[in-house]
């Protein structure tokens, strides 16, 4: 099991802009994906961004050319850089991440999330 904190969330103004950070901890053999998801109260989770071990990335189409997601692998931190945002931005932000790990002489793959982080867009 990976173990992901995220940080970086908070009330911004419409239009300002927030970086939020994801440190994945364990013992990590691969992180093959990892990604930034958010919800509002009575809506499912959806995804905002993701990137690939090969640095792939995917994006909503509601955050394209708003938001850039970007990793290190060395320190296996993910970040989202969230620009211009907007009131509908408001959301609890999760960190996902679908990674293996070592287990025992052999490795296992499983899908992680952090606890989530607040960011509220408004005036």
């Not at 692998?73 to 293996?100: F, I, R, W």
């Amino acid at each position: 099991q990976v173990q992901l904190v995220e940080s970086g969330g908070g009330l911004v103004q419409p239009g300002g802009s927030l970086r939020l950070s994801c440190a994945a901890s364990g013992s990590i053999f691969s992180i093959h994906a990892i990604g930034w998801y958010r919800q509002t109260p009575g809506k499912q989770r959806e995804l905002v961004a993701s990137i690939t071990s090969g640095g792939r990335t995917n994006y909503a189409d509601s955050v394209k050319d708003r938001f850039t997601i970007s990793r290190d692998n060395a320190k296996n931190t993910v970040y989202l850089q969230m620009n211009s945002l907007k009131p509908e931005d408001t959301a609890v932000y999760y960190c996902n991440a679908d990674a293996s790990t070592y287990y025992g002489a052999n490795y296992r793959r499983g899908n992680s999330w952090g606890q989530g982080t607040q960011v509220t867009v408004s005036s």
